[in-house]
């Protein structure tokens, strides 16, 4: 008789066996096990009057007077000054400027070397469309008070 060959595979039958069994075994255990953090969170304050939001100052630049939240100011010194009294008591020190389109490029950067100067940290340039219109304005226009 013809001796028959040795088979050197290895038998993984078993091994999907115990596979499974972990596998479902983890799939029970891990919702059962959920993690978390005991914290003690501080009681919430009694609430009172709400803080008022401040108000960020938009400079509108123009070709005959240079305006500070709608009030008109005569010189560039004038709005600096303004500007360093405002930001002398704000946290913020952020300010807009809004030029007419007929305005000179020196003029409106003249208003932000001001702004600068006064103390400003951030310095945003506003378009029409950003500024809230009175009834009657056109979008293409900006609003005149």
Do not use: H
């Not at 060959?5 to 091994?15: D, G, K, Q």
């Not at 596998?23 to 919702?31: C, G």
């Not at 509108?60 to 303004?82: F, M, S």
């Not at 930001?87 to 702004?115: C, H, I, L, P």
Request: proline letters at 12%; glycine letters at 6%; zero cysteines.
């Amino acid at each position: 008789m013809a001796a028959l060959p040795t088979v050197a595979e290895p038998n993984v039958t078993p091994l999907i066996d115990v596979m499974l069994v972990l596998l479902i075994l983890f799939m029970v255990v891990t919702p059962v096990a959920q993690r978390g953090l005991d914290a003690s969170l501080p009681a919430p304050s009694e609430p009172g009057p709400p803080r008022p939001v401040p108000r960020v100052p938009i400079v509108a630049v123009r070709a005959d007077v240079l305006e500070l939240d709608g009030q008109p100011l005569a010189t560039v010194e004038a709005l600096e000054a303004e500007l360093r009294d405002r930001f002398a008591v704000a946290a913020d020190r952020t300010v807009f400027v809004r030029a007419d389109g007929d305005v000179n490029y020196g003029r409106a950067v003249s208003a932000m070397d001001a702004a600068r100067a006064a103390g400003a940290d951030r310095i945003g340039l506003l378009g029409a469309s950003a500024v809230t219109s009175s009834p009657g304005a056109t979008p293409d226009a900006p609003a005149r008070p």
